[in-house]
């Protein structure tokens, strides 16, 4: 038989509020949709529903905007109190223009705006923005433990969000953290079809496995933020974000 990847959105999610509990919502939707998990079945989860759980709501209303921000706010035309917790998520900016903030997140990564997010997130009256979660690895170690311990299953479980890349249009899914998964597969000095020997090439396989999830997600008023995967093609293993990001040494973007 050959290869086979299914990936099913959840449907019936709620809108997700500080404090609840994800696990439980995310058992009750796998069993509504009728699925029978299994060991080795991922699940994909949108950056959002894990923020909105953990309290990482802001209101921009209790920001005080440092004159750093201000500065860089004029500079870019954004809100200053926007730019504060642009600043405040980021280790340093990499690169700003109008319109524009590309930081290097305290997480590691390279994105616009620190990734905070005001869509999907309140009412077009609100001043509320989003920040991604604090430690997105954690987050998903905890969804994995829940139903290891509840269900006696390994699960891998994976946090992606929709990023902008420097060499192309358009933003896809990518992870930000995971549990039970292999970040990246190292298939150097394994043959290739002809039997040459592979020498540079390393899989980022949550990333893929993210964007495919993301294109059943959406990027607008679709609200399933939770995608289940059977069939990863690589074995779960434990796994951390930190096997992903580029060294700035060998970045040549940075």
Wanted: glycine share 8%; net charge negative.
């Amino acid at each position: 038989m050959p290869p086979t990847l299914t990936l099913t959105a959840l449907a019936g999610i709620p809108l997700i509020q500080q404090g609840d509990d994800l696990g439980k919502i995310l058992a009750l939707a796998i069993k509504e949709n009728q699925i029978s998990l299994e060991i080795d079945d991922v699940l994909v989860l949108a950056q959002k529903i894990i923020s909105k759980a953990e309290g990482r709501l802001v209101d921009l209303a209790d920001v005080l905007p440092s004159p750093r921000a201000i500065k860089l706010a004029n500079e870019t035309e954004k809100d200053p109190r926007l730019v504060e917790l642009i600043l405040q998520e980021s280790n340093r900016v990499v690169r700003s223009r109008p319109g524009l903030i590309i930081t290097e997140h305290k997480l590691g990564f390279i994105c616009a705006n620190a990734g905070i997010d005001r869509s999907n997130v309140a009412g077009v009256e609100e001043e509320k923005v989003l920040l991604l979660p604090a430690n997105p690895d954690s987050s998903a170690k905890r969804i994995r433990d829940y139903f290891a311990q509840s269900y006696q299953i390994n699960l891998g479980v994976l946090i992606i969000d929709s990023h902008g890349r420097a060499w192309r249009k358009g933003t896809v899914g990518i992870s930000i953290g995971f549990s039970g998964l292999p970040g990246l597969v190292d298939l150097r000095g394994d043959p290739d079809l002809f039997g040459y020997e592979l020498q540079a090439t390393e899989v980022a396989a949550v990333d893929e496995l993210a964007a495919g999830a993301s294109l059943l997600m959406g990027q607008a008023a679709e609200g399933t933020p939770a995608v289940h995967a059977r069939g990863f093609p690589y074995p779960l293993r434990e796994g951390a974000f930190l096997e992903l990001p580029r060294e700035s040494s060998s970045d040549l973007f940075r």
